[in-house]
């Protein structure tokens, strides 16, 4: 995946109020909810360097896991792969 469409997406995310999460990731359909997934196990990556993305990027996690359950997790890893 590319670094900037990555820092692209995490300063959208980064945006986002806590309240606002939910109906954000509810608006989504399954695939963008599969790709948002994505870049969230992308930022957990860059957020190992001290970037404050680690809490923020949990509640957007914790969102999306919620609605869409584990098969999001597999799906993220197999559109990961393709990416790198």
């Known amino acids: 995946m590319q670094d900037k469409a990555v820092q692209s997406v995490m300063?959208?995310?980064m945006a986002y109020k806590s309240a606002d999460i939910d109906?954000?990731?509810?608006?989504?359909?399954?695939?963008k909810q599969d790709v948002l997934m994505k870049y969230i196990y992308r930022g957990f990556e860059l957020s190992s360097e001290g970037n404050g993305y680690g809490a923020q990027l949990l509640i957007w996690h914790d969102k999306v896991y919620f609605l869409v359950g584990e098969g999001t997790f597999a799906i993220s890893l197999r559109l990961d792969s393709y990416t790198r």
């Open 11 to 13: 300063k959208v995310l």
């Open 23 to 31: 109906s954000a990731v509810k608006s989504l359909d399954q695939t």
